[in-house]
Structure formats: structure tokens, C-alpha cells
């Protein structure tokens, strides 16, 4: 194969996809950098409205605050060097080329070197009740601050399995949010024996989460530990949150809005699409692109951030510079000596994630227990009794795409990617098989809905 | 029918400035804030679902579900958590146009 000679593409401008440009830009090279949104900062860096901007200090601590506003400068600056394109959502890769719609407009970026970076969302165990207006994703119960200025409610119960319930609950809180209630699922003492490995791995990420405890502490925030979610209570609203405590106690929480999340949930369509293989973690219980240690997923393909290997923020930004550094190697190009350092600090915190994972567990006994008539698949309003039915009428091997034909779970308008956790574990509790043996929802373009007529004057319908 | 819980509570201080309508009726929403802000702060859904008519009010708010898809007059798709509001916007819950299912 010849030297890569077209700029490199990266999808994503996230952690990972600024850290991967801004060592290519150092390096001489302008990449073309895309992101659906219309300012960088992914998710979880996700930059503040001009409405929340004032209160900056007040929402992240001051420290915190002076830091994120001397990088979104210096990421200001990085974008002048790079060819950015806000708004423009990646609906396909086909051979060496990614389709990619802007403002209604079509376009084909022909690439011969891309990083795919396009994060994670919210891993979601279905619930009874969880359609209810006022139940959102525990990302998307912090996007409403960041982005929509807004609470979720004014009485809200942040549930679910995931670190990531304290953070939201401290942004809420610092916000002025005085009703609010944590119930984490995880159990003390997978907790407890978790700690030592995550102290090891990652001693700075442990602290800063024994601070956030500390300020949920002192600013009251009620916090419930080691309960099972049973229902959403309410008609045409949430009125409550019923849970079971560790003794076995029922409550109802009185509230009017809930954020749900189990932890993180790679996006790996566009992966997928360009060739690269997925393989089952069982630590993580779910399925991941297979990558060479920089990230390397195939000749022109490199992967990073979350939606390669759940790794948290500065995971995601390590893996971009080291996937930058693998490219430009590609390139016949002179590379800054510091890989071997990089991948041990990428591989530690990613260690540390794995370790967080089996404090906060993703509940995947939850699926054999759910009613029958909860609903699975939010879009297609798909019962877990109609997909344990045709499961168990399956014949041949039990495989989740085969369920999806049958049951149309994961066909509608998100793509599964909120019902196919819950599709995989439900096909394997009904038919007793391991979950790593049914398969995971297949990707296919478009990986989100876009206009008929960009798809035609695209190459791949 | 749109008339719903008021869901979005501001975390800070909201002075409308713009209206868009919305199913016909205008809407006080803020130049440059997201769509679904103006909707849920309002008290309005979203939608309702195609298979059973329940009300649809958002889940992920970053683009992901497409459970607060609205269209524009021109018949333009759009997510509410990803467009923002501006002066002259007129949006429905379905498509301005027949469909297999109407």
C-alpha cells in the first residue's frame, strides 16, 4: 500500500478526537474533524450553554472551572488549525469513504486514514414504567444542565448502577436542585472489593470520588444504597420511583422526575461499518471493537475514546494522541517518542474502569425478572413478554438479529441502542444460553435516521 | 392533546424572547437555546408514540433516541434536543405530508 496522502478524518470531536487532532496539527497536518454537535467537547466534557456560562464556578468548582476554561481556549485555537465541520452527523462508511450529512447537505469524504471517536451513552436496563414523560438517561439528566439550561424536575431520583449517579447528583445539587435523591444499585461491598484495585490503578479518579461523596454528604443529599429498581410509577407522568431496599423493604419515592443509567454503552456502528471485528469482555459484559494497542482497528482504520474501550475522559484523550502517533507512523512520518508511556497510562485507566465496573455491576439479572409487559424496545414498543416468546419458539441457534426479525426489538428510530442491552440479556436468560453466545444488534447504515435524499445521493443505497 | 407535565424545570434565570409555534400555538422560547427546552419548560410533549398514542417528552436529550423528533413545515425531520430555537420556526409532531401510516 502506498503513503496515506489525504488528510486524516476523525469522526467525533470529543476527548479522543481534539487529542488526536491536535497531535496531528502539531505534527503539520490539517485533519477534517466532524462532529454532529455544534461546539466540541463531547459528552462529558460538554461545553455550557450561554445561559449556564455564568455560573461556570458555581457548576464545576472553581479549580475545575479555570482548567476547562484554559482548554476549551486552547481547543478554540485547535479548530482554526484543522478543517471543522460542526453539525455533521456520519451516517455510513463505505470502502474508503464516509458519508456524511451538514445542514441537509450530502457529502462523501473520501479518507484513507479515519479515527472513529464517537463516545458512549447510557448502558439501560428497560424498567416498568420507563416510557413515562420525566424518565431520562442519567447522561442525559446532565446534558439538560450543560446544554438545555434546565433540571429534569424539581423532585428528581437519580437510579441505576454507575459512578456516574454521584457526579450528576453534585452538578444538581451545586445548581441549587434541593430535592434529590441517589439510589445506587451497586452493592457496598462489591464496592469495598473493588477499592484496593482502583486505588492502585488510578489513585487521583478514586480521590475525586470520595470527594463527591463527601459533598453529596454535606450538601443533604438523601442517598440510598444497594436497592433493586421495580417500577416508574404514574399516569401520563412520573409520580414515583418504587424500589426494594437491601432488607427487603418496598418504597415508593415520591418524585417527578427520574435519570436512569447503568453504567456506559460504546457506539460501535460506525466501527462496525468500517471493518472492524467485535469481541465479548467479560468483565464488562458487553462487546468492543478489537484494536492493536494504539488503537489500530484495521489499514485505515483507528479507534479511541469510549466508544473503543469505556476509559473515561482522560483515557479518551490519551487513546486519541496515540492513535495520532500510530497514523502519522502510517505516514512515514517522524514520531515523538513517548508511545510506550502513553499506552501504559491508557492501559491503567482502563484497568480502573474495569475495576469500577465490578464495584458498580451492570444488573444483568434484572432481565429474567422483568414483568412481561414491560416495554423492551422504547421505539417499536416491544414487550419482554413478546420477545421471550419468540425466543422460545426459535428454532436453530438463539441469536439477538434473528429475535429483532421477529419481534421488530431494536428496529425502530434509535437503532436498539437503548433496548439491544436488554434484548441480549433477556434472549440469553429466556433460552439458558451464555449472553456472549447470542450476539449483539448487528449495525447498519444509515446508523441514525437522516433525509431519503442524502442517502441516494450517497453511494451505498 | 400536546398538553402535558411540566417537565423542564430552568436552572437559571429564563427570559423568553422569541415565539415559535408549535401544533399551530405560539411558544415563548429564548433565541438560541434548544428546542426541547421551549417545549418542556412550556409543559408540552413532544409527541406521542405511532404504536400505542402514549406521550413522548424526550430520554437522552444529546441526539441519541430521536424520542423528541418534530418536523418543520418545509417537512424537514429534526431532533429538538439538537436544533435551536429561532424566530419564524413552525413545528409539528408529524409529518406535514401523507404517509403510509395516515
Known sequence: ?????????????????????????????????????????????????????????????????????????????????????????????????????????????????????????????????????????????????????????????????????????????????????????????????????????????????????????????????????????????????????????????????????????????????????????????????????????????????????????????????????????ARGMTVPADAAKLRRRVERLRVFQQRMASAFRWPSHLAAELPDETIVCRCERVHAGTIREAVRKQAGPVEVNRVKAITRCGMGRCQGRFCGQTLQELTASTSGMPVETVGRLRAQAPVRPIPIEAAMEGDGL | MLDGPILFRPAVERRPDITIRFEGRDIPACAGESLVTALLTAGLLTGRSEFDGTPRAGFCLMGVCQECTVWTSAGQRIRACMTEARPGLDLRTSAPFETFAS
Open chain 1, 1 to 329: 500500500m502506498s503513503l496515506p496522502q489525504l488528510p486524516p478524518v476523525i469522526v467525533g470531536a470529543g476527548p479522543a478526537g481534539l487529542a488526536c487532532a491536535a497531535t496531528l496539527v502539531e505534527a503539520g497536518l490539517r485533519p477534517i474533524l466532524l462532529d454532529e454537535a455544534r461546539r466540541p467537547g463531547g459528552q462529558g466534557t460538554r461545553r455550557l450553554s450561554p445561559a449556564m456560562m455564568p455560573f461556570a464556578e458555581q457548576f464545576l468548582g472553581r479549580a475545575y472551572a479555570n482548567k476547562t476554561a484554559t482548554r476549551e481556549a486552547l481547543e478554540d485555537r485547535l479548530l482554526t488549525r484543522c478543517d471543522w465541520r460542526p453539525g455533521t452527523l456520519a451516517w455510513g462508511i463505505f470502502e474508503d469513504r464516509l458519508e456524511v450529512v451538514q445542514d441537509g447537505r450530502h457529502d462523501s469524504i473520501r479518507f484513507d486514514q479515519l479515527l472513529v471517536a464517537v463516545g458512549a451513552t447510557d448502558r439501560l436496563m428497560a424498567l416498568p414504567g420507563w416510557t413515562l414523560p420525566g424518565v431520562f438517561t442519567l447522561g442525559g439528566a446532565q446534558v439538560a444542565l450543560k446544554q438545555h439550561s434546565a433540571f429534569i424536575g424539581q423532585r428528581v431520583v437519580m437510579a441505576g448502577s454507575s459512578p456516574l449517579l454521584y457526579l450528576a447528583a453534585a452538578q444538581y445539587a451545586r445548581m441549587g436542585l434541593r430535592d434529590l435523591i441517589v439510589v445506587d444499585t451497586s452493592k457496598s461491598a462489591d464496592k469495598r472489593r473493588a477499592a484496593i484495585g482502583m486505588v492502585l490503578s488510578a489513585p487521583g479518579t478514586f480521590a475525586e470520588g470520595l470527594l463527591l461523596l463527601a459533598e453529596l454528604r454535606r450538601r443533604g443529599v438523601r442517598r440510598i444504597e444497594g436497592a433493586e429498581l421495580l417500577r416508574v410509577n404514574g399516569t401520563n407522568r412520573v409520580e414515583a420511583i418504587e424500589i426494594r431496599h437491601a432488607d427487603g423493604r418496598v418504597e415508593a419515592l415520591s418524585c417527578d422526575a427520574v435519570a436512569l443509567g447503568h453504567g456506559l454503552r460504546p457506539e460501535t456502528q460506525l466501527a462496525e461499518l468500517a471493518g472492524a471485528k467485535l469481541k465479548f469482555d467479560p468483565i464488562l459484559r458487553n462487546w468492543f471493537p478489537e484494536t492493536d494497542e494504539d488503537g489500530r482497528a484495521g489499514d485505515r482504520l483507528w479507534l479511541a475514546g469510549d466508544s473503543a474501550m469505556t476509559g473515561g475522559r482522560i483515557a479518551a484523550a490519551e487513546s486519541g494522541r496515540l492513535a495520532a502517533l500510530s497514523m502519522l507512523a
